[in-house]
């Protein structure tokens, strides 16, 4: 998920909200909830995977040929006509792509590219792409505001920082369904119905919502994969110039990267997944796990709120679950009874999507104690509503951007839905509920949303081997929410030349969060092709 609050971007990767799971890097703002589902490889693209009795995939991501096929080579030899854009020393251009790389005769898309050129007088290391994820996060933005001008001065001296909002996304063709207002009564929708009427009522919204996607976002629709991004991306190293492709990705920006390089081992250069997403789940394994990481974040929250002479859950000896009972009590007195906000109104879902939102960044802690303490306590739920804003990037005048749109779009498309039928998920809910009595009940009602898209999925799980690549960094946080800890494992495990990076703490992603330790560590890897030692581990 996603929101924007300082200079600083987040990584984050979204779970439950009504448009489904979704990982991305974002300011570090206020919020961001997790789409987690949003990964895994098309297989029209990649080859067939089957899967397991235990949700996991059998089957690895197959290599691309070397040789560029002779249809994509208009694409591959394309020139890019660059522009001054947004900030100084950032430019901009656009790059065309094969709207279906099975038939590049049938049309291209138009995608957005921005840079900002190499600062100092060492030796050149070539591009930098980098991708904060989501899906639907766009990359353009966090280049210009974070990346290009927030990543230590070595890194940006020594490369061209360079970003593409992948198709569907922001300034590239950008999936679109709903109208603000729509949109408002989309993401107030009750995900914890009680009864048929409610149940009835959510399922209509999700169903309006992927109507509209498809009556809106027809031609796109069926090619906003991220083995078709990963794609894309393959083009724009070429038309840089660079032989192999440099990347950081940070939660679903790491499937995106881990795609390409099960794609492309050979052109692998030195690549970092902060946050790391797992290629080898299907869509209901990866939301309850999630579930479960959020829980984990929640339980840190817990016990730090206690502590805190403004916590308005507990005090000094109220454990967690006690703490977590006093919370689902909120949210059942807002699910009767909305608190006004602004001359909005806060409702059970938007107060707990602001409440997941602070789970991505310890520094927004306090923020959501207050933003408790004015609902609880003065029937004002503003701050509440501020952090489910910035998550949905809602503006004040009730415009929204795509992102929620485009991260239903890839996330529906990469993986077959969690679930199918309202049944199936009030036959899960116990298990949901178990790895998360605060959240469980609302992440699995989520994780219905792509039931009813009108595209076909084309993506499996399935694990991403990526033979002969290069050393890939896989970064994982102990206490992660959006992308748990054991998901940076078992990447680590599976890539060929997983080198696992480990910082012991909280939040969602790690690098350039404030620990010296991983930062060293990261930057010694980009600047000098030195991975950390096997098995390192930072606090």
């Given at each position: 998920?996603?929101?924007?609050?300082?200079?600083?971007?987040?990584?984050?990767?979204?779970?439950?909200?009504?448009?489904?799971?979704?990982?991305?890097?974002?300011?570090?703002?206020?919020?961001?909830?997790?789409?987690?589902?949003?990964?895994l490889v098309s297989a029209c693209s990649s080859g067939s995977s089957t899967m397991s009795s235990g949700g996991t995939a059998e089957a690895a991501l197959a290599a691309l040929p070397r040789a560029?096929?002779?249809?994509?080579?208009?694409?591959?030899?394309?020139?890019?006509?660059?522009?001054?854009?947004?900030?100084?020393?950032?430019?901009?251009?656009?790059?065309?792509?094969?709207?279906?790389?099975?038939?590049?005769?049938?049309?291209?898309?138009?995608?957005?590219?921005?840079?900002?050129?190499?600062?100092?007088?060492?030796?050149?290391?070539?591009?930098?792409?980098?991708?904060?994820?989501?899906?639907?996060?766009?990359?353009?933005?966090?280049?210009?505001?974070?990346?290009?001008?927030?990543?230590?001065?070595?890194?940006?001296?020594?490369?061209?920082?360079?970003?593409?909002?992948?198709?569907?996304?922001?300034?590239?063709?950008?999936?679109?369904?709903?109208?603000?207002?729509?949109?408002?009564?989309?993401?107030?929708?009750?995900?914890?119905?009680?009864?048929?009427?409610?149940?009835?009522?959510?399922?209509?919204?999700?169903?309006?919502?992927?109507?509209?996607?498809?009556?809106?976002?027809?031609?796109?629709?069926?090619?906003?994969?991220?083995?078709?991004?990963?794609?894309?991306?393959?083009?724009?190293?070429?038309?840089?110039?660079?032989?192999?492709?440099?990347?950081?990705?940070?939660?679903?920006?790491?499937?995106?990267?881990?795609?390409?390089?099960?794609?492309?081992?050979?052109?692998?250069?030195?690549?970092?997944?902060?946050?790391?997403?797992?290629?080898?789940?299907?869509?209901?394994?990866?939301?309850?796990?999630?579930?479960?990481?959020?829980?984990?974040?929640?339980?840190?929250?817990?016990?730090?709120?206690?502590?805190?002479?403004?916590?308005?859950?507990?005090?000094?000896?109220?454990?967690?679950?006690?703490?977590?009972?006093?919370?689902?009590?909120?949210?059942?007195?807002?699910?009767?009874?909305?608190?006004?906000?602004?001359?909005?109104?806060?409702?059970?879902?938007?107060?707990?999507?602001?409440?997941?939102?602070?789970?991505?960044?310890?520094?927004?802690?306090?923020?959501?104690?207050?933003?408790?303490?004015?609902?609880?306590?003065?029937?004002?739920?503003?701050?509440?509503?501020?952090?489910?804003?910035?998550?949905?990037?809602?503006?004040?005048?009730?415009?929204?951007?795509?992102?929620?749109?485009?991260?239903?779009?890839?996330?529906?498309?990469?993986?077959?839905?969690?679930?199918?039928?309202?049944?199936?998920?009030?036959?899960?809910?116990?298990?949901?509920?178990?790895?998360?009595?605060?959240?469980?009940?609302?992440?699995?009602?989520?994780?219905?949303?792509?039931?009813?898209?009108?595209?076909?999925?084309?993506?499996?799980?399935?694990?991403?081997?990526?033979?002969?690549?290069?050393?890939?960094?896989?970064?994982?946080?102990?206490?992660?929410?959006?992308?748990?800890?054991?998901?940076?494992?078992?990447?680590?495990?599976?890539?060929?030349?997983?080198?696992?990076?480990?910082?012991?703490?909280?939040?969602?992603?790690?690098?350039?969060?404030?620990?010296?330790?991983?930062?060293?560590?990261?930057?010694?890897?980009?600047?000098?092709?030195?991975?950390?030692?096997?098995?390192?581990?930072?606090?």
């Amino acid at each position: 998920m996603h929101t924007w609050s300082s200079p600083r971007w987040n990584h984050r990767t979204r779970t439950g909200t009504r448009t489904g799971p979704r990982t991305r890097a974002t300011a570090r703002v206020t919020g961001a909830l997790v789409a987690a589902v949003a990964l895994l490889v098309s297989a029209c693209s990649s080859g067939s995977s089957t899967m397991s009795s235990g949700g996991t995939a059998e089957a690895a991501l197959a290599a691309l040929p070397r040789a560029t096929p002779a249809a994509l080579s208009p694409y591959y030899t394309q020139h890019l006509s660059w522009r001054s854009c947004g900030a100084p020393g950032f430019q901009c251009a656009t790059m065309k792509a094969p709207l279906d790389y099975a038939d590049p005769g049938a049309g291209d898309v138009r995608l957005a590219v921005a840079r900002k050129k190499a600062t100092g007088k060492g030796k050149p290391l070539g591009s930098l792409l980098v991708n904060p994820g989501g899906p639907g996060g766009s990359a353009i933005a966090y280049l210009q505001q974070y990346a290009g001008i927030g990543y230590p001065a070595d890194v940006r001296a020594r490369y061209d920082m360079v970003a593409m909002d992948p198709r569907g996304v922001a300034r590239s063709e950008p999936v679109a369904c709903l109208s603000g207002r729509q949109m408002d009564t989309f993401t107030q929708s009750d995900t914890t119905p009680d009864d048929q009427p409610e149940t009835n009522a959510l399922v209509g919204e999700y169903k309006h919502f992927a109507e509209s996607c498809g009556a809106h976002s027809a031609r796109l629709l069926r090619h906003v994969s991220t083995v078709e991004a990963a794609r894309d991306m393959d083009i724009l190293r070429a038309v840089l110039g660079d032989p192999k492709l440099n990347y950081v990705g940070a939660s679903y920006g790491t499937f995106l990267g881990a795609t390409y390089a099960g794609l492309f081992p050979h052109r692998v250069g030195r690549v970092v997944l902060d946050g790391a997403m797992d290629p080898d789940l299907d869509a209901r394994k990866l939301n309850l796990e999630q579930t479960a990481g959020f829980e984990t974040a929640f339980q840190a929250f817990a016990r730090d709120c206690v502590r805190q002479t403004d916590c308005p859950l507990g005090h000094k000896g109220t454990t967690p679950a006690q703490v977590g009972d006093h919370l689902t009590a909120f949210f059942r007195t807002l699910d009767a009874h909305p608190v006004p906000a602004d001359h909005r109104t806060l409702t059970e879902s938007l107060a707990t999507t602001g409440v997941i939102a602070a789970m991505y960044d310890q520094a927004t802690w306090g923020q959501l104690r207050e933003a408790l303490s004015s609902a609880m306590k003065n029937k004002d739920g503003a701050g509440l509503l501020a952090l489910s804003d910035s998550y949905y990037e809602r503006d004040a005048n009730g415009h929204y951007s795509n992102l929620m749109m485009a991260n239903a779009a890839v996330n529906c498309l990469d993986l077959p839905p969690a679930f199918t039928s309202p049944e199936q998920v009030e036959k899960a809910l116990p298990e949901f509920e178990k790895a998360s009595p605060v959240f469980g009940a609302g992440l699995a009602w989520a994780s219905l949303n792509c039931a009813y898209w009108p595209v076909k999925a084309t993506g499996r799980p399935h694990r991403i081997e990526a033979k002969g690549a290069a050393p890939i960094v896989v970064v994982g946080t102990t206490r992660d929410p959006a992308t748990p800890y054991p998901w940076a494992q078992s990447l680590a495990r599976q890539l060929s030349s997983g080198r696992l990076l480990t910082y012991v703490g909280d939040g969602h992603t790690a690098y350039g969060r404030g620990s010296t330790c991983i930062d060293s560590a990261i930057d010694a890897y980009l600047l000098h092709g030195t991975p950390p030692a096997h098995g390192k581990r930072c606090s």
